[in-house]
């Protein structure tokens, strides 16, 4: 989807302390990008409308919301239509375990962070979710140790 904006490096600058931080005040994005306030703010909503900035999220400790195991779950379809990979992108996004899901290429359709209690409530998600599902043809869970999500961009492709 091409975007009907062009960021400059002060746009850029605006995401990259957006990134580390959605909920720095607007006072300091303009301080901190040497621009007025006002400047700051119509900059971030101009972005926010043309869908550069999608929405502004918390992140949340897994074990204060009881996820005492993440997974990342490989998943191979064992066909491929359009209608097929939509509803089961959809089934993905109604489960409450699913954190997040990429539907990618290679040798597997999807891969899907899934948050659970445990290694029962895994086995039983894994099973409800996926293995029963008539157009999965595989899966292969991997338990992750640790998560972390990298707050810093790559560099503004104008330079400097």
């Known amino acids: 989807m091409a975007l009907s904006i062009v960021l400059d490096r ?3 600058a605006l995401l990259r ?3 580390k931080n959605a909920r720095l005040p607007n006072k300091d994005l303009a301080a901190k990008t ?3 306030p006002s400047t700051a703010l119509e900059r971030v909503r101009r972005m926010r409308e043309a869908r550069v900035l999608l929405g502004y999220h918390a992140e949340i400790a897994p074990a204060a919301i009881g996820i005492g195991l993440q997974a990342m779950v490989s998943v191979r379809l064992a066909k491929h239509s359009r209608a097929l990979v939509d ?3 959809r089934h993905l996004l109604d489960l409450s375990e699913v954190l997040a899901c990429y539907h990618v290429a290679g040798a597997d359709d999807f891969l899907v962070h899934v948050g659970v209690r445990d290694s029962d409530h895994l086995r ?3 099973l409800a979710a996926f293995t029963e599902r008539e157009e999965v043809a595989h899966i292969e869970t991997r338990l992750i140790f640790e998560f972390q999500r990298n707050v810093e961009l790559p560099p503004w492709p104008g330079g400097d």
């Open 34 to 36: 040497g621009i007025a």
């Open 17 to 19: 302390l957006l990134r």
């Open 124 to 126: 039983d998600f894994a």
């Open 10 to 12: 002060i746009d850029y």
């Open 87 to 89: 509803c089961f992108h």
